[in-house]
C-alpha cells in the first residue's frame, strides 16, 4: 500500500521557521516528481515545490522562492521542506504528492497524496 506521510506542521510566529517531511513507502519513488502543495480556508489547493527524486532537481513557486527548500534523503525515502521567514499568508495545510511525469506545477496527474499537515504562521 502506497503511502505519504505529512509531519511537521505546527504554529510558529511569523519570521520564524519549520521544516516539513513526507516519508514516502510502498512502492519505489526513484523515478517520480515529489510536490508540495498548500490550501489555505476558501482557496485552491496551489504549488509550492517541487523535486525530481532522481537527480534532485527543484522548482519553486515564486511566493516562496528564496525561503523555502525543498531536498530529499534517499536512503529515508523521505521529501523535506524547510520554510523560513515564514509569513501569515503561509499559512495552510500544507501536502506532499507524488508523480511520474508532467507539469510540476498542476495538481493534475499527481498519483498518489499525503494527508495533510497545518502550517499556521502568526502575526
Known amino acids: 500500500q502506497v503511502q505519504l506521510v505529512e509531519s511537521g506542521g505546527g504554529l510558529v510566529q511569523a519570521g520564524g521557521s519549520l521544516r516539513l517531511s513526507c516519508a514516502a513507502s510502498?512502492?519505489?519513488?526513484?523515478?517520480?516528481?515529489m510536490g508540495w502543495f498548500r490550501q489555505a480556508p476558501g482557496k485552491e489547493r496551489e504549488f509550492v515545490a517541487a523535486?525530481?527524486?532522481?537527480?534532485?532537481?527543484?522548482y519553486y513557486a515564486p511566493s516562496v522562492k528564496g525561503r523555502f527548500t525543498i531536498s530529499r534523503d534517499n536512503a529515508k525515502s523521505t521529501v523535506y521542506l524547510q520554510m523560513n521567514s515564514l509569513k501569515p499568508e503561509d499559512t495552510a495545510v500544507y501536502y506532499c504528492?507524488?508523480?511520474?511525469?508532467?507539469?510540476?506545477?498542476?495538481?493534475?496527474?499527481?498519483?498518489?497524496w499525503g494527508q495533510g499537515t497545518q502550517v499556521t504562521a502568526s502575526s
Open positions: 523535486i525530481r527524486w532522481s537527480g534532485g532537481s527543484t
Open positions: 504528492a507524488a508523480k511520474l511525469s508532467g507539469s510540476y506545477v498542476s495538481t493534475s496527474g499527481y498519483e498518489y
Open positions: 510502498g512502492r519505489t519513488f526513484s523515478s517520480y516528481i
